[in-house]
């Protein structure tokens, strides 16, 4: 399996560290040929060539089996799109994967709950990757701004499809559809529509239908009742954080962006500028995002061994949680680097 690696800004190449040293681990042990090739996006590049992504960076993870990025400080780069959006618009990343459970050594700050957010990727209120040129947050006069959301019904419909197999491979085959249908008729009605005829594809599949803002009162009350969540853009970027610091932790929020044909392994948090450089980091939301794309590669490429990887990285994040082997978001009193030879160790064993 060929990787591109991008480790990104503020904590990105301490978390980043951590998962190669994870990966090498699984790769040895599971004989995955995982051969990576490091190069740099974000602060690091706009420093060096001017761009936060070069062209011929994007042609080199086009031709890879996957790209391990991690965070970037998008808010710093004045304009300038950031390596996610340039790479989930390039490789049509359409759908952000963002699973949230609960571990029997991380009980959760509201319960135990196993569910996963499926979130559209290249559309919506997100202005830098829902047109095909220019950008969609306008400044109309000095004082008047506008940002224009787009939906599709194809788009929908592929998210939809995305979640509807997703939910199909876990026990529950419960899907909720999130959406504001009742302010945004026209829009949302668009994404219902969609996602209303590819449910009926998965007979086997129950599914939900909750308006945006009382989902997140009905997470908060019991988080336990979902499992697969599929929403439009904006609406799951924000669900997956409440969901991910619900589980214990940002830190704990792994993320996976896939399309037809490539993936992209990035945690769901930021940069964490406040905590960057002091090895404090929980690496475990890049190491579960590596899980899901050997998980994805597998899956895509017939070879199970991948699966059975990603299976034994999650049982060690788990026995490190029991363990008392975490950072101090989680509760812990362990380093980045402790927590990342702890994860190894086990692997290894
Ligand atoms: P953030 O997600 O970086 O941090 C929010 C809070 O969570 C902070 O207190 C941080 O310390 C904590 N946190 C995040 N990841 C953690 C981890 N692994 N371990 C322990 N604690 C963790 O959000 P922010 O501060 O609003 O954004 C910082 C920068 O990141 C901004 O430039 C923003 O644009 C960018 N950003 C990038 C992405 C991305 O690369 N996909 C996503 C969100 C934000």
């Not at 070069?54 to 990025?69: C, H, M």
């Not at 996976?256 to 404090?280: C, T, Y």
């Amino acid at each position: 399996m060929q990787l591109v690696v991008l480790p990104g800004d503020g904590i990105g190449p301490e978390i980043a560290a951590v998962t190669e040293a994870v990966l090498g681990a699984v790769s040895q042990r599971f004989q995955l040929g995982i051969a990576t090739t490091h190069d740099i996006a974000g602060q690091a590049s706009i420093a060096r060539y001017g761009k936060a992504v070069r062209p011929e960076l994007v042609e080199q993870v086009r031709a890879a089996d996957g790209l391990l990025l991690g965070p970037t400080s998008t808010l710093d780069y004045a304009g300038e799109p950031g390596p996610s959006a340039v790479f989930r618009k390039a490789l049509d990343l359409f759908a952000n994967i963002r699973p949230a459970r609960t571990y029997p050594g991380l009980p959760g700050r509201l319960g135990t709950m196993d569910l996963v957010v499926v979130r559209e990727n290249t559309e919506g209120f997100y202005a830098d990757r829902n047109m095909a040129h220019g950008n969609a947050d306008i400044l109309v006069t000095e004082d008047v701004a506008i940002a224009i959301r787009k939906i599709t019904r194809q788009g929908s419909a592929r998210i939809a499809r995305a979640g509807f197999e997703l939910a199909m491979r876990r026990a529950r085959r419960h899907v909720t559809l999130v959406h504001k249908a009742n302010v945004l008729t026209t829009s949302d009605g668009l994404f219902l529509a969609a996602c209303r005829e590819v449910a009926r594809e998965f007979p086997e599949v129950t599914v939900e239908e909750i308006i945006v803002d009382a989902m997140v009162a009905h997470l908060v009350r019991n988080p336990a009742r979902f499992d697969v969540i599929v929403t439009t853009n904006m609406f799951g970027d924000i669900i997956s954080d409440l969901t991910a610091e619900m589980s214990g932790s940002l830190g704990m929020g792994g993320s996976l962006n896939a399309g037809a044909r490539h993936a992209m392994a990035q945690a769901a948090h930021g940069s964490a500028p406040d905590i960057a450089g002091r090895d404090l980091a929980n690496p475990m939301s890049l190491v579960l995002s590596a899980a899901q794309l050997l998980e994805w590669h597998g899956r895509a490429s017939g070879q199970p061994r991948f699966g059975e990887a990603a299976r034994a990285i999650e049982a060690a994040v788990a026995a490190c949680l029991e363990a008392g082997e975490r950072t101090h978001d989680v509760g812990g009193s362990q380093g980045t680097r402790e927590v990342g030879a702890a994860l190894v160790r086990r692997l290894a064993a």
